[in-house]
Nanobody, 123 residues
Framework: QVQLVESGGGLVQAGGSLRLSCVAS????????MGWFRQAPGKEREFVAAMSWIGGSTTYADSVKGRFTISRDNAKNTVFLQMNRLKSEDTAVYYC????????????????WGQGTQVTVSS
């Protein structure tokens, strides 16, 4: 049973930084991609960033490119999302997810999801 547990969310002022973590367990992730998504109140869940487990290829949503960085620690089955220069529009629940596909940005391409962690950016 694959489980994903996010942490690191919180309240931060605009311009500040947060680092989210996602620990994966219950599976072998060497052939998976890991992704981060977010969902603001009243909006659909949207893609933020993704990384292939092998090779480390990455892709980002245009809205976060240059501000957010996805990275991983293979030995700890952990994926990180470093978020810098945060804006009020980054406020959302952030979810990590695992995909058997290669760097898909679609929610339907992900097989397992974490429970989410709240990020609130005050202006």
């Amino acid at each position: 049973q694959v489980q994903l547990v996010e942490s690191g969310g919180g309240l931060v002022q605009a311009g500040g930084s947060l680092r989210l973590s996602c620990v994966a367990s219950g599976g072998t992730f060497s052939r998976y991609s890991m992704g981060w998504f977010r969902q603001a109140p009243g909006k659909e869940r949207e893609f933020v960033a993704a990384m292939s487990w092998i090779g480390g290829s990455t892709t980002y949503a245009d809205s976060v490119k240059g501000r957010f960085t996805i990275s991983r620690d293979n030995a700890k089955n952990t994926v990180f999302l470093q978020m810098n220069r945060l804006k009020s529009e980054d406020t959302a629940v952030y979810y990590c997810a695992v995909s058997r596909a290669v760097l898909t940005t679609s929610t339907s391409g992900y097989d397992y999801w974490g429970q989410g962690t709240q990020v609130t950016v005050s202006s």
